[in-house]
């Protein structure tokens, strides 16, 4: 019996020894936990092992040392795995100096119980024939007992309570340790009190190191985690259908019965019915493939989500497949519109300019070869709209533009908003009928059952000749069309033509010369003259002339125009302003009183401070104000009036001389001139020319001269051709003069020779 017990119990040890290993090699952080309470183990066994075996009193008293102080790191040890497997905090300070004091001193007694023999002795009896040495129990002893099983008793306890409260799933690990380490004190406390010679409980003790082993490292509760599964497939809302290696329907969950209208037991005839809702082509015999289907029930729209998948075992080996359906009919709406959301304009539902450019670069590069138009459409004079009428309703126009749109182009055609105000259309040439536009245009008016008011739209028209032009470049020509329309009201399209595509060519060589023109003086002053009522020369106007070195003389015409349009005007009147400066100072060291009146540009005011440029030269030259007469446009006023007035103000305040250039050309003149600060009227003698009723133009033009003489304003005729005109301005009291009958812009140089000498 004593053989069969002792190979019992060595290969317990061993199979701890082998387990502490695999422990202290295991990736998990509980596993030097485990290796250190199957350690622990090992000691008490291998005691009691040596009480079996022994049949001598000193290697039995040596037996219970190893079993007795085992013990201690026995229960020691699983204090620690008990904290960490239970997930129970760490004690406090207090608690761990209260464990290591009683632990402590529990083995320091049995170390000095060979001095003292106050814990334990041994006696020899005979069992079976064979002699065997049975604990005799002191004081020590029953301190060391009472140690232990307060240890045991508290492990037990954690336990307990974990496996109440932990979920079911989790509890089996818990339930298992606590029955098997239940068992084990028990096992052990009979052996106590019975006082029998062989301890056969340390079997229940290497037993439970195993199972802790095994539970803490490799133990998954497979069936409850299967059942779990189940319930958590079960309640999925996406539908579920297992099939088995031949490919028929072995299982479906809920929704997945509901959606393929089958009866709880009727799994196999879930195939047929979901072929008969997705089609007859959905390859359900086949695995690992996605896709999307789309279910239409009348005015509904579904969405599904479709994925088969493959089922392997643990050996990879195949078990079947299943198919996942999910319904992402809202998820599929709401990107929908979140694409419509960035692709469209919010306010008329067109769409946006990069998406329109995108379409238009996609629509042009599949079908290359179809003739087409690029579009600009612009409403003029939306501001006003909005001024007079609120922004609400210029938001109603722009929608009622956006329909009107829709209804006149076809569904062959691309359209879109290029920015406030203005929209980009592609259409092909074959659809675009001109008359029909120009007739719809003629009558477009926007009623919103309150205000009715006529929308003035123009349309500018590019033939796309290149495919790869750049969209943006496109609506730039056909934008710039719209400067042929010189009718507003009558015509209402205008298409890009060489004559435009020349002038853009000719702005652009003509603005990169500007600089290199003004660095060289090939752009001059040229002065024409200004004379009184006696003939006498008494100033000039600056006028700008360009001496080309390639491409002659070019007229105002040429280059004034483009350089207002590109705000390059600004450095040619800041230069203009300079060159009048020099002359000036070089006539006053001549003696000569004469002025100069210089132009400023309405965007000279934009970008720069043009009271502080103009007084900043006359102090570099050193000239009168007076002399440097500053001539303005009706339509500087026209915006910022407020403000352009305390401009004029400051020169006045200065010594400078304001003069107002083509009066009577707007249509606010007179209103303005009672608060609008100037010094000289100048009006064009075309106004005689534009009239059919000569007399009644005359008439005006005496009443402008008799109005300015009474609001202490000169006045200053331009446009003088003939001696009859002169004769006739002079006997209705105008002061100054200009025009060809006296002079005709000339260079300086000639200026000088001429009319100063003169």
């Known amino acids: 019996m004593r053989e069969r017990i002792s190979f019992i119990f060595i290969s317990l040890i061993l199979s701890l020894v ?101 814990a334990f002795a041994t006696e020899k009896i005979t069992v079976s024939g064979d002699p065997y040495y049975r604990l005799i129990p002191y004081a020590g002893q029953y301190y060391h007992r009472i140690v232990c099983y307060g240890m045991f008793f508290a492990i037990l306890i954690f336990f307990f309570m974990r496996t109440l409260r932990a979920p079911r799933i989790y509890s089996e690990r818990y339930s298992v340790i606590f029955i098997s380490y239940l068992i084990g004190g028990i096992w052990q406390s009979f052996y106590i009190f019975s006082r029998t010679p062989l301890d056969l409980s340390m079997i229940g003790i290497a037993v439970f190191g195993l ?40 299982w479906a969950n809920r929704p997945g019965i509901e959606l393929s209208a089958i009866h709880d037991d009727e799994f196999v005839q879930a195939t047929t019915n979901l072929r008969r809702i997705f089609g007859s082509d959905l390859p359900l015999e086949e695995n690992g493939w996605t896709s999307q289907k789309i279910i239409e029930s009348g005015d509904d729209e579904h969405h599904y989500a479709m994925e088969k998948l493959l089922v392997t075992d643990e050996r990879g080996r195949s078990a079947g497949s299943f198919l996942s359906i999910r319904d992402n009919t809202a998820e599929q709406i709401q990107l929908r519109q979140e694409i419509y959301n960035a692709t469209h304009d919010k306010l008329t539902g067109l769409y946006t300019r990069e998406y329109l450019y995108s379409r238009i670069n996609g629509r042009i590069g599949n079908s290359p070869n179809i003739p087409r138009y690029a579009v600009f459409v612009d409403i003029k004079n939306f501001k006003i709209v909005n001024d007079i009428f609120s922004t609400d309703f210029g938001d109603f126009a722009l929608k009622c533009v956006a329909e009107w749109l ?40 926007v009623n919103d059952g309150s205000v009715e008011y006529h929308v003035l739209l123009h349309l500018g028209v590019y033939r796309i000749t290149q495919a790869d032009t ?44 500007l600089h290199e023109a003004l660095a060289e003086r090939h752009l001059r002053p040229f002065l024409q003259p200004i004379v009184d009522a ?22 105002p015409a040429k280059f004034i125009p483009v350089f207002e349009k590109n705000g390059m005007i600004v450095e040619v009147d800041k230069y203009m302003w300079r060159c009048a400066c ?49 001539e303005i446009t009706e339509t500087v006023m026209m915006t910022n009036a407020d403000e352009k007035m305390n401009i004029l103000r400051d020169l006045r305040s200065s010594g400078f001389i304001v003069e107002m250039d083509d009066f009577g050309s707007g249509y606010s003149s007179l209103n303005m001139l009672k608060d609008m600060p100037v010094d000289v009227l100048k009006i064009d003698m075309k106004f005689l020319s534009k009239s059919s009723d000569e007399n009644k133009a005359r008439t005006i033009i005496q009443n402008i001269l008799k109005l300015s003489e009474d609001l202490g304003i000169s ?19 105008c002061k100054l003069f200009q025009g060809y009958y006296f002079s005709k812009p000339i260079s300086v140089e000639e200026f000088e020779n001429s009319m100063i000498k003169k």
């Open 211 to 250: 199972l802790c082993f095994y539970f803490a490292l490799h133990y998954r509760p497979m069936r409850l985690l299967d059942r779990m599964l189940a319930n958590i497939a079960s309640k999925m809302p996406e539908a579920l259908f297992f099939f088995d290696l031949s490919g028929r329907c072995i």
């Open 534 to 555: 006696n003939g006498k020369v008494v100033g000039a106007e600056a006028l700008a002339r360009w001496i080309h070195p390639t491409d002659g003389f070019l007229s």
């Open 715 to 733: 006045s200053l005729t331009e446009g003088v051709e003939t001696a009859e005109q002169f004769n006739m301005l002079s006997e209705m009291s």
């Open 406 to 445: 829709r209804s006149a182009f076809t569904h062959n055609s691309l359209f879109g908003r290029l920015g406030g105000d203005t929209f980009g259309v592609l259409v092909p040439v074959n659809e675009f009928n001109k008359a029909k536009l120009e007739d719809e245009l003629s009558r477009f008016v």
């Open 470 to 513: 750049d969209v943006s470049v496109m609506f730039d020509r056909a934008h710039l069309a719209l400067s042929l329309i010189r009718d507003e009201y009558q015509t209402h399209i205008a298409i890009y033509d060489d004559t435009i595509r020349s002038q853009v060519l000719w702005d652009q060589h003509i603005s990169a010369q």
């Open 18 to 118: 082998v387990c502490t290993v695999l422990a202290r090699r295991s990736h998990k952080t509980i596993g030097r936990s485990v290796s250190r309470l199957l350690a622990a183990i090992c000691l008490p066994v291998t005691g009691n092992l040596i009480l079996i075996v022994s049949r001598e009193k000193l290697l039995s008293t040596i037996g219970c040392y190893i079993y007795f102080t085992g013990m201690d790191f026995f229960l020691f040890s699983m204090l620690l795995f008990t904290f960490e497997y239970c997930n129970i905090r760490r004690p406090s300070k207090k608690v761990k100096a209260a464990v290591y004091f009683f632990l402590g001193t529990d083995i320091l007694q049995f170390l000095l119980n060979p001095f003292f023999g106050h």
């Open 582 to 630: 020099e002359i000036l100072s070089r006539w006053k060291k001549q003696g000569c009183d004469m002025f100069i009146s210089v132009n400023i540009s309405p965007k000279d005011f934009y970008f720069i401070d043009v009271t502080a440029e103009i007084r900043r030269l006359v102090k570099e030259y050193g000239i009168e104000p007076s002399r440097l007469r500053i």
